[in-house]
């Protein structure tokens, strides 16, 4: 019996395709996996972290207004 008449000559086109495509499928996953997303807008707090954790710390009342102003002039300087 050859592979041609074993039918087999059929099967191995498909097995290697989708060997192909589950490989692209993985990279990609792996590829947006490591893709960082932009932080999430905080409204009047600016788009950084830290300018939200402190416009936080003022609505909260842990600091005071010229404390706060103080901190944003030297984040507005980085």
Request: proline residues 4%; charged residues 25%.
């Amino acid at each position: 019996m050859t592979v041609a008449n074993s039918g087999l000559m059929w099967v191995w086109p498909g097995v290697l395709l989708l060997s192909v495509a589950v490989l692209v499928w993985g990279l990609a996953l792996l590829r947006r996996a490591g893709v960082r997303r932009p932080a999430r807008r905080v409204p009047g707090g600016g788009d950084d972290m830290a300018g939200a954790i402190l416009t936080e710390r003022l609505a909260r009342g842990a600091i005071d207004q010229a404390e706060y102003e103080q901190r944003r002039r030297v984040l507005d300087e980085q």
